[in-house]
């Protein structure tokens, strides 16, 4: 039996397939990358690729530090995983680092690292050419506990692979052949920007080269308090002390600059960062000479979106019609870059870069096509939307009538926002991966207040519109959970939510600066999404208090995602409207969403008021709030679906009073 397991597992490396391919690979990276992966890289390389590649090249020979910015959903991620790859097998690197935004970004891509070695009939050309990595690695057959046994006849003797095949962390094989393998004996390991990053673990053996995908969350990059200076300190401490306190470490960052003052437009910026002699690259090398037919492109697919047209027809043909004239004087990088499929008509959707670049500016707006799409974002004293504008707002539609809910597995909530005139609601059902659908919203008029009104009887008047809108709300579609404003007329929301009971509650809005939103879970206190819930023992009540700049900032976020992917499913994260046929439809509610704006302003971020008719943005953000408080979020791909729990408990030994009564962290209430 012993003899048995130790024949299976021997490891016979084979001879390479083709040596002449694998020596013309190993010596240029280009081809490497279109030879052993041409299921990703089946397009000629642009210039910013060959930038990309260059980059990583040069520092694994040389060291030093570099900074590359090109267009989002370009091929950064891919060219990290694969130029990792090609680092193993012919450059002097032993132990390059993948450092993502987040850990679960970082290990994604780990992953895909893992998946080349593993994927011999997905990459049979790799698998051919590299036995002396891929074939232990096949040997495992999915079991890396396996590994620690695998052996192989080396000058007559059997010699241990020491093949290590980890979920955090990979050593190749230390196999010596006739052919040479520098890939001997290499690691790789990664992390994610948002924890810790320590090299102390390493033992003799420290990283050489750390590849830095994309940094910044867009959360971080558009913080108004600034938070992605501390991605800058990890770059510039953490990860440039993994070598060890007498080495330096190579580091390259490929990543996509979303505005003025985030941390990559500094990196790539040479007179900010010099030492990492950035570069930029846009969609557009220059634009078209006729702007004024783009723009007029831009009307039509933005009026044909309102008509529901959602594959833009009219403005598709007004394009086809004038292609030449409109392609005047512009240039691409990437030409291949449009999507080339087909609508249900068999009409193509893209029918070159040109287009698809337009497509953007019309669907996302110019201030975020020209950081995010041109790396070429507005300057820090100009406004930043973050790419929201009232068109695109009033655009977003669902496909389904007014009151219409999703057919399943909904979540309701309202949130309104109370005035001593009216009061402004807006109520959102919520589906799979918090897609939200804005089925109703409108205004409550407070009856009997009016200048000089007195402070009692204002209270008693929106007390009773407060009645009044519960008993509309409540009906077709009642809420999961409803926040109601409680800043100006504390004393009326309180007797009403008292009165009302689940799931009415009051809120009030503050920001960061002022009130902490995370912590300890304590007996009269409970944290959620930058919400804390506090039990008031004054008014015998739970406030809810919300961090306001963030979930403002969430609406805006959520209005610019595009309803519809390419297959007409909901993006995940999505807000729209009901449909309507009429293009003015949602007019006013799109002007109250942008309202007020984040901008940028010497170096700081600040939201600025635009209009004093802001309320039907308060009222989003308060039912994005309370949506938050559901647990209702956004699942990343490819990731496991974390366990649902409807009620979240408070952490602790000792009985809290949320915990107390019946029904989990909101307390339950009857009517008087």
Known sequence: MRKKRSSECEIKIREPKDMQRRERCLADPELFLTTYFKRIFYNPFASHHRRMIQAIYDRAFTGGDKAVAAPRGDGKSQITICMGIYCFHATPICFPVIIGQTSPKARKLFQQVKSKYENGTKYPEFAGDFPEVCDPVTALRGAPQRAPHQWYWHNGE?????????????????????WGNLASGNRLVYFGLDGAIRGEGFEEMRPDLAIVDDPETREIAFSPTNRFEAVEEMIDGDVAGLAGPDRVIARVVLTTIQNAVCYSA?????????????????????YPDKMDLWEEYISLRHKDKYEGLRHSPNAAEFYLTRKDEMQEGCIVNNPYRFISAQDEEGNQLEHDAIQAFFNRVADYGWPRVLAEYQNEPEAEEQSDTIGITEGMVAARMSGRPHKELPSAGHKITLGVDVGKYKLDFVKIAFEGNAVGTVIDYGEWKVQGTEKGTSEENVLIAIMRALRELRIYAMGDSPPDLAFVDSGDYSQAIYSFVKEAGQPWFATKGSDSDRMGFSGKDTQERQYFEQVRADFDRTNKLTLFNLNSPYWKEQVHQRFITQTFDDSHQFNAGSLSLWSSSDLKAHAAFARQITAETLILKD?????QVNSRDNHKLDATAYALAAAGCLGIRVIPKQLPRPAATSNPQPTGNKPTRFKE???GWIPKRTRS
Do not use: C, M, S, Y
Not at 276 to 284: A, D, N, Q, S
Not at 603 to 607: L, P, Q
């Open 158 to 178: 059997q010699t241990l692979v020491n093949l290590q095949w980890k979920q955090d962390g990979i050593v190749l094989p230390t196999i010596e052949t006739e």
């Open 266 to 286: 500094k990196v790539t910026d040479a007179k900010r960062k010099p030492a990492f002699e950035g570069e930029r690259h846009g969609w557009l090398k220059t």
């Open 603 to 607: 170096g700081k971020k600040k939201w």
């Open 661 to 663: 009564r019946a029904g």
